[in-house]
């Protein structure tokens, strides 16, 4: 992915960062990344003017929300920066995430019940990898807030494959069962997304630039092979990693801009929904907006006319991260209680993002529950 260069100091990008609006430190910030980092970029390790484990340090905190790219008059995109410097500078981190992503993903329950085996103690770190770990457990079921229909016969497009990304293929089945159940009884054709695999954006964010090259050319020959169908999505983060493919060569102009189009969030394919509100619901619910709907979120005027109470939180980053989740769990775990204390009166936060959901969970103070709203809604 082409980066652009030269950031001129202005400052505009702090106070998006959720890791400078955190912490307060300059250097944590895009704006001191890009002045500590920006010359290394094509520099050789050994070569850089700053030490290189202060580099990597410094290289590993950032959520790779992408807000400072979308902030900056420049476009520059501080996230891209920084998997630049990884893809270049390798190391244990790197290849850790790299068996966790595209390996290990059938053992994330096992991984999840051996954590809730071991005692909360030890350094913060530690206790940080050890919440994500248990949010990998599957989750029980909760009873519906919403049952919704179409409120009035619509002309679905024929088929559509869900894209189900790994949340779900591995700890999170139950969504896909039920974004298949809402799109049948939207009237759609379900294609077989089943070969599908990993969007690859957390790859790229990791600089495993090779491997999400892989993941790429695999999912565009799964949607040629199914006939280019619609593909709906519901996780934020894979439709963020989707998108970036039409503008990476694998696909002509042409193709590219029918993929653009046909990619799109699930609550875009539930056209006039109509809702019954349950008991079950909240008085005031939260939702948490995931930073890569980049400002363009499907579901949140989807459940907003649904759920009137429906209250946003500060619209912090929720932490996830990617790798910053295995570099730095205790930041990333801060971001994520950061995040929540923005929802200081709602007793559940549901959000659309399969990342945003697990980060959210594992670190929810007791009483609060965090959920995708595909759990919380149902069909008749
Ligand atoms: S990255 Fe962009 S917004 Fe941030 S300080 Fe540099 S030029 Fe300004
Ligand atoms: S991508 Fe997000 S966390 Fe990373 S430097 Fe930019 S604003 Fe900060």
């Not at 979308?70 to 990884?86: F, V, W, Y």
């Not at 983060?237 to 193709?255: Q, T």
Request: proline share 8%.
């Amino acid at each position: 992915m082409a980066m652009k260069r030269g950031c001129t100091q202005c400052g505009d990008c702090l106070d998006v960062c959720p890791l400078f609006r955190l912490y307060r430190r300059e250097e944590y910030s895009p704006k001191g990344k890009r002045l500590l980092m920006e010359p290394l970029d094509g520099w050789g390790a050994g070569e850089t003017p700053l030490p290189w484990e202060k580099i990597r340090a410094l290289s590993r905190l950032c959520a790779g929300c992408g807000r400072c790219g979308r902030q900056c008059a420049r476009k520059l995109s501080t996230a891209e920066l920084l998997a630049d410097l990884r893809s270049k500078h390798p190391d244990w981190s790197r290849f850790i995430w790299n068996i966790w992503i595209r390996r290990a993903g059938p053992l994330w329950p096992l991984a999840g019940r051996i954590a809730s085996l071991v005692p909360a103690i030890g350094p913060q770190g530690l206790r940080s990898s050890l919440e994500t770990a248990r949010a990998l457990l599957p989750q029980r079921a909760v009873l519906p807030w919403l049952r919704i229909r179409p409120g009035r016969a619509v002309a679905p497009e024929a088929p559509v494959a869900i894209f189900s990304g790994c949340t779900a293929r591995y700890a999170r089945p139950e969504w896909t069962a039920k974004a298949e159940k809402l799109l049948r009884r939207w009237g759609y054709e379900l294609a077989d997304g089943g070969g599908f695999g990993c969007c690859g954006g957390t790859l790229h964010h990791a600089g495993l630039f090779e491997w999400e090259a892989e993941a790429r050319r695999k999912n565009i020959e799964t949607w040629r092979a199914l006939g280019r169908p619609a593909v709906a999505v519901f996780c934020a983060s894979c439709k963020h990693g989707l998108d970036a493919y039409a503008a990476e060569g694998d696909m002509d102009a042409e193709e590219a801009a029918l993929w653009k189009s046909r990619v799109r969030g699930l609550a875009d394919f539930l056209a006039a929904p109509v809702a019954e509100i349950t008991p079950e619901a909240p008085a005031r619910p939260g939702y948490h907006e995931p930073c890569h709907w980049e400002g363009r979120d499907p579901d949140k005027p989807f459940l907003r006319a649904l759920l009137p109470g429906l209250t946003q939180g500060r619209e912090l980053c929720c932490g996830m991260g990617g790798i910053l989740k295995m570099s730095a769990p205790d930041v990333s775990s801060a971001l994520g209680r950061r995040c929540l204390e923005g929802f200081p009166d709602c007793g559940a936060v549901v959000t659309g993002c399969g990342g945003c959901a697990l980060q959210l969970a594992s670190v929810a103070p007791p009483g609060l529950t965090v959920r995708h709203w595909l759990d919380v809604v149902e069909t008749q």
